[in-house]
């Protein structure tokens, strides 16, 4: 047997902070670089000590990874096989165009093209690829053309760091502006006439906060400042209406939101405030003539309504209901076209599309057979429509586009996701489960398995969970997955608490004051797997992501004895630390999703009491895989680093422990469609590995 390599260690180096005369001890603050802001836009300049340790790490993680190295090339290919390297979108019309997507076989970034209305004469207005060449990392934020289609403005990050610079190309000649618009929150948007673009800048601590116009083929030096949001716990983003005369500025924090307008028609005036921020108070808005379209939660409509305001007068005393609240229907979004508005909604925790016709408020939904499926809506650029595109997949399916035409309600299928080396949905089964919590809710969980998998609790499990922000994790189609389920996984989604899978409520109960249900629901969910014999606590290796890496890092402290591993990607686990330094890009914003630890002693002993990083015992764990990346600016890289270290210096047991941090990348991991696998196999061969697959 190949003797394992000795793990390295951090060396403790005790800090005693002290916040409402209560004293902590953190041995490993130290890894937290003080010129951090200067390491995301520029990573050779990290603290020569923490660069030593976190190398170490990742020469550890690689020596014990190595036996699966040759896992690792197969998962890889596999899930590259089941990717179509020359795919491409299909084409969104816009007047005389349609504007589309494509890869190149090989191809690692997108290529976005322009044909005719009919498809005919391809033209290549950015080539990903090109871009890209030489750059360790590189990921392109968005892509917009103007109305008159004669101008084209792209983003990229070429650090992982997320400070996107946004470029401007002339579609006549193809060229580049000679200047850049740098440190953006990504992409911008065009006046009705093409000439000048509104977009959002970002301050030295990475947050969104100043709204600029800039006059195309001027210098940006001339740039106007349109707002700026002083209050640090505020983002601020730029869109535009589905009928492209509002150009909608939007400031918000994780439960509070207000929107100002500017008239796409006149880029020059000022911005018109719709209503004021309200604390709890959410809202976001579309147009058709001179009404606007409000998505809100006002007036207790826990689960959203729809409300109409005029133009001239929108402020919330001047709002009419059009779909009002139904509690247990959550609203999720709503688009607005000349004859009639879209909304995707959710109740019993599945998605559904409903059809509002304006002129006479009759509505009908588009039905979809299948116990577990995920649906998204594309806006596409035209307002003067009677067609929408929606896509569907489910667990066994893989994704399918569709218009549909609102009048006649026929569904005209336009592209199917193609899996080159095969796939047959009758091979698996996809089943909703609902897992019982101590409080006597029930936890809906998806599950996708192999059909000749035994269910008799011998079956290793990979067990997802996010929970956070409200955001519910469809159960869609993973090629990914399907490398884990064909070895004899079952592959299961917990939609616990924290996210809004059951509705509004089901968000509220799983944050702030209530965040430990979140833990809970997914200790819920993995015990019932393992009472319905669908696999074995020694079986169940959790999985999560930023987030979600808090989550299984809580239940790692709190239930270690029912799992047998746990990977923890970007893992958000330094909650408390995180949540008293305001200095931080997310940490104000993110207040009102975990309390404010600094002001409010409650939170600070909530937060405490299950932050991961602070929870750390002297007991045996299971094994862990952390994953970080070092310009992220989402979760910084410290936070692995330093829960990894005391896990290192805590735990007893022999089990494996590791810490990779990408040191060229930020909160996505590797850049390209390509790269990004070999992570996934690495993770995907670590789950293995500890099932006694590898």
């Not at 673009?197 to 030295?204: G, N, S």
């Not at 209503?275 to 939660?297: K, M």
């Not at 189609?477 to 924290?498: E, K, M, P, Q, W």
């Not at 430990?516 to 993995?526: C, E, M, R, S, V």
Request: glycine content about 8%; aromatic content about 10%.
């Amino acid at each position: 047997m190949t003797k394992m390599p000795f793990p390295p260690r951090a060396e403790a180096r005790p800090l005693t902070l002290e916040t409402h005369g209560i004293k902590r001890q953190d041995d490993y603050a130290w890894l937290r670089d003080d010129n951090w802001q200067e390491v995301m836009r520029d990573p050779s300049v990290l603290n020569a000590d923490i660069r030593a340790y976190l190398e170490a790490e990742n020469a550890y993680q690689k020596a014990i990874m190595a036996p699966t190295e040759a896992l690792q090339d197969t998962l890889y290919a596999e899930m590259r096989g089941r990717i179509k390297e020359d795919d491409s979108s299909v084409p969104s019309p816009d007047g005389p165009y349609a504007y589309g997507i494509k890869y190149v076989t090989g191809g690692q970034h997108p290529q976005f093209v322009r044909t005719s209305r009919d498809g005919s004469d391809e033209t290549l207005l950015l080539d990903g690829d090109k871009e890209a060449e030489g750059k360790a990392y590189f990921r392109i934020a968005g892509a917009s053309h103007s109305t008159d289609h004669g101008m084209f403005a792209w983003s990229f990050d070429d650090k992982g760091s997320e400070f996107y610079t946004l470029r401007l190309r002339d579609l006549t000649t193809g060229k580049d502006a000679d200047y850049d618009l740098k440190d953006t929150f990504g992409g911008g948007v065009f006046s009705a006439d093409g000439k000048y673009l509104f977009y959002v800048r970002q301050d030295q601590n990475h947050r969104p906060s100043k709204l600029y116009r800039h006059e195309i083929g001027k210098d940006p030096a001339t740039d106007v400042l349109v707002y700026e949001e002083q209050d640090p716990g505020f983002f601020m983003s730029v869109g535009k209406t589905q009928s492209g005369d509002t150009v909608l500025v939007h400031i918000h924090d994780h439960e509070t939101s207000e929107v100002r307008t500017i008239s796409a028609h006149s880029p020059l005036d000022p911005p018109h405030l719709i209503a004021a921020r309200d604390t709890g108070v959410e809202y976001s808005v579309e147009d058709n003539g001179d009404l606007y379209y409000i998505l809100t939660n006002v007036d207790g409509a826990e689960d959203f309504k729809i409300v109409t305001a005029p133009k001239a007068t929108p402020g919330r005393e001047f709002w009419t209901d059009l779909v009002p609240h139904k509690p247990g229907r959550l609203i999720l979004s709503h688009d607005v076209y000349k004859t009639f508005m879209v909304r995707l909604e959710r109740e019993d925790g599945l998605p559904r599309i409903v059809i509002h016709r304006l002129a006479d408020n009759i509505e009908h939904r588009i039905a979809f057979d299948e116990e577990a499926y995920s649906l998204g809506l594309s806006g596409g650029y035209e307002f003067d429509t009677t067609e929408i595109r929606f896509s569907y997949s489910s667990m066994t399916t893989p994704s399918r586009v569709y218009d549909y035409n609102v009048e006649t309600r026929e569904r005209t299928l336009r592209k199917e996701q193609e899996v080159p080396s095969g796939h047959n949905p009758e091979d698996y089964v996809t089943r909703r489960l609902h897992a019982p919590a101590a409080d006597g809710e029930t936890v809906p969980v998806s599950l996708l398995y192999h059909k000749d998998t035994p269910l008799d609790g011998s079956a290793p499990c990979l067990l997802y969970g996010y929970g956070a922000y409200g955001m519910s994790i469809p159960a869609s189609f993973s090629t990914g997955a399907l490398s884990l389920v064909d070895r004899g996984f079952v592959y299961a989604i917990a939609h616990i608490r924290g996210g809004k899978d059951k509705g509004f409520a089901w968000y509220k109960a799983g944050r702030r004051e209530n965040k430990k249900n979140t833990f809970t629901d997914f200790i819920a969910a993995a015990d019932h797997l393992v009472a319905e014999t669908f696999t074995s606590h020694d079986r169940i290796i959790a999985q999560g992501g930023s987030a979600g890496g808090q989550l299984v890092g809580a239940v790692a402290n709190m239930a270690p004895e029912k799992f047998a591993g746990i990977i923890a990607e970007v893992p958000f686990v330094d909650v408390l630390a995180t949540m008293l330094d305001d200095t931080l890009p997310l940490t104000p914003p993110e207040w009102p999703e975990w309390g404010n630890p600094i002001t409010d002693e409650a939170a600070y002993k909530y937060i405490a009491s299950y932050s991961p990083y602070d929870n750390v015992e002297a007991k045996d764990y299971p094994a862990i895989f952390a994953v970080g990346g070092l310009t992220d600016p989402r979760v910084t890289y410290w936070e692995p680093a330093k829960w990894v270290a005391k896990l290192r210096a805590k735990k007893t047991g022999d089990s494996v422990l590791m810490l990779k941090t990408n040191m060229e990348a930020g909160h996505g991991g590797a850049s390209g469609r390509f790269e990004s696998l070999k992570e996934v196999a690495l993770v995907q061969a670590f789950a293995l590995m500890v099932a006694g697959k590898a």
